[in-house]
């Protein structure tokens, strides 16, 4: 687990709001449960108000002065903030980029197998990276490399875009990224 979510852990929100009792500096700004301004009052008169509607006074600006506090359900509130996040989380879309690994004298069939992974992946909403790598001997023949990205391309044409061409052999690789279409 790495030390940020260590962190988010030991710092919760519940330390950084300071409720009820917590809350030392008087007078403060009261605002009520409907979302009016009462006004300034002490902080004594706040909490009893809280107290008879059966709710936490919570701190909302600590660093105006007087500061401002509300009147609400804390545990309702820290639970909707909550669901709120979660649902933001779920609607995040996280694009990744999945890697074909293919040699210059690859197989027909295994060619067909790889651009169907290519094609999964694409389809799942994903960039994909092709990548030719050659060794040994292969490097003689570079130009094998690029025409089977070629080849690869015109295969790959009714689901991909190239998004980024080849530059040339990096590495003793020859790659390009690919895009899934848009329709």
Request: with cysteine; net charge positive.
């Given at each position: 687990?790495?030390?940020?979510?260590?962190?988010?852990?030991?710092?919760?929100?519940?330390?950084?709001?300071?409720?009820?009792?917590?809350?030392?500096?008087?007078?403060?700004?009261?605002?009520?449960?409907?979302?009016?301004?009462?006004?300034?009052?002490?902080?004594?008169?706040?909490?009893?108000?809280?107290?008879?509607?059966?709710?936490?006074?919570?701190?909302?600006?600590?660093?105006?002065?007087?500061?401002?506090?509300?009147?609400?359900?804390?545990?309702?509130?820290?639970?909707?903030?909550?669901?709120?996040?979660?649902?933001?989380?779920?609607?995040?879309?996280?694009?990744?980029?999945?890697?074909?690994?293919?040699?210059?004298?690859?197989?027909?069939?295994?060619?067909?197998t790889k651009l169907g992974h290519a094609?999964?992946?694409?389809?799942?909403?994903?960039?994909?990276?092709?990548?030719?790598?050659?060794?040994?001997?292969?490097?003689?023949?570079?130009?094998?490399?690029?025409?089977?990205?070629?080849?690869?391309?015109?295969?790959?044409?009714?689901?991909?875009?190239?998004?980024?061409?080849?530059?040339?052999?990096?590495?003793?690789?020859?790659?390009?990224?690919?895009?899934?279409?848009?329709?």
């Amino acid at each position: 687990m790495s030390i940020r979510k260590h962190l988010e852990r030991w710092c919760r929100i519940d330390d950084k709001v300071r409720i009820n009792e917590n809350i030392r500096l008087s007078p403060v700004r009261l605002i009520d449960a409907d979302g009016t301004q009462v006004g300034i009052v002490p902080l004594d008169e706040a909490r009893a108000r809280a107290a008879e509607q059966g709710m936490d006074l919570v701190e909302v600006a600590s660093d105006s002065r007087p500061i401002v506090v509300r009147v609400m359900d804390w545990g309702k509130h820290r639970f909707e903030a909550a669901k709120k996040a979660r649902e933001a989380r779920k609607k995040e879309t996280r694009i990744s980029i999945k890697q074909v690994k293919l040699r210059p004298n690859i197989g027909d069939h295994d060619l067909e197998t790889k651009l169907g992974h290519a094609k999964r992946f694409l389809d799942e909403g994903d960039k994909v990276k092709i990548t030719i790598m050659f060794r040994g001997r292969d490097m003689r023949r570079p130009e094998n490399g690029h025409k089977l990205l070629q080849k690869v391309t015109e295969l790959l044409a009714e689901v991909a875009i190239v998004e980024s061409a080849p530059a040339g052999i990096v590495n003793r690789d020859l790659s390009m990224v690919v895009v899934p279409r848009k329709n």
